[in-house]
């Protein structure tokens, strides 16, 4: 089975948690995508949703697809959401943001009682860090900025490149207005410390780092698998105050 094959096979087993009635965070990217084609697909044969979309490129693939809609304005807390991720461990804390959207991807799983990631297997790893880390920054002082994400990195053990994400010869613009610095920090063993020093650089606008928000990965590989966190007692997301 191709890669394409497999994020169809976890789009699908995704649906069987979706009900009437619900509430819905839809996600961005590839594997987001192959979801919303099988949702879209129910929902003309009467399954009736309302989904809140994680960036313009799903809304808008949403919309020609006849998916209904709703904002975080009109429906501020959500039954589910399911996303990808670029990276995944077995405590289902996540690397996401590769296709620019993790702001917006953070507030709506914060938003959900419950979030499912769907994957191909080879976004599971041991450690997160092989993907570069995309954080969204402010362009104001976008090197003052660059400068303390590798000095925060630094006092962790962290180095590595951080590179402007760039579209030609433009910097890339998240939905939110927003730049991305991607950071090539390699193994990340301590997310919750990098995180917490990254939220505390004012030019940051939020990390990929995504910690306690997901219940539940939905892997694509030889068959389909739920994986569940294998959380901590007592450990929290990276929306609690360190
Ligand atoms: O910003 C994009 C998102 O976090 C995506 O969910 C993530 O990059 C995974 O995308 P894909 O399913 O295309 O690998």
Do not use: W, Y
């Not at 009900?19 to 990217?29: C, E, P």
């Not at 959900?112 to 041991?126: C, G, N, P, T």
């Amino acid at each position: 089975m191709d890669a394409r094959q497999l994020k169809v096979e976890a789009a699908r087993a995704a649906l069987a948690h979706v009900s009437d009635g619900m509430r819905l965070g839809i996600g961005t990217g590839s594997t987001a995508e192959e979801f919303v084609r099988r949702l879209a697909e129910k929902v003309a044969t009467g399954l009736t949703i309302i989904g809140v979309p994680t960036s313009e490129r799903t809304a808008t693939l949403c919309s020609e697809l006849g998916v209904p809609l709703s904002t975080l304005e009109e429906t501020p807390e959500l039954d589910l959401t399911i996303d990808g991720a670029d990276e995944i461990d077995p405590e289902l804390t996540l690397i996401k943001g590769g296709g620019g959207a993790l702001l917006r991807e953070k507030i709506v799983a914060a938003a959900s009682a419950r979030m499912i990631v769907i994957a191909d297997r080879s976004k599971m790893v041991e450690t997160l860090g092989r993907f570069p880390l995309p954080i969204e920054v402010n362009p104001f002082g976008l090197r003052a900025t660059e400068i303390a994400v590798a000095a925060a990195a630094g006092r962790l053990g962290l180095s590595g490149p951080v590179t402007l994400r760039m579209t030609g010869s433009q910097p890339f613009v998240t939905d939110g207005g927003h730049f991305i610095l991607d950071a090539s920090f390699g193994r990340i063993p301590d997310t919750r410390a990098l995180s917490n020093a990254l939220h505390a650089i004012p030019g940051v606008v939020e990390h990929g780092l995504f910690i306690g928000l997901a219940s539940a990965a939905i892997i694509a590989g030889d068959g389909v698998q739920t994986v569940h966190a294998a959380r901590k007692p007592g450990s929290s997301t990276d929306h609690d105050v360190a």
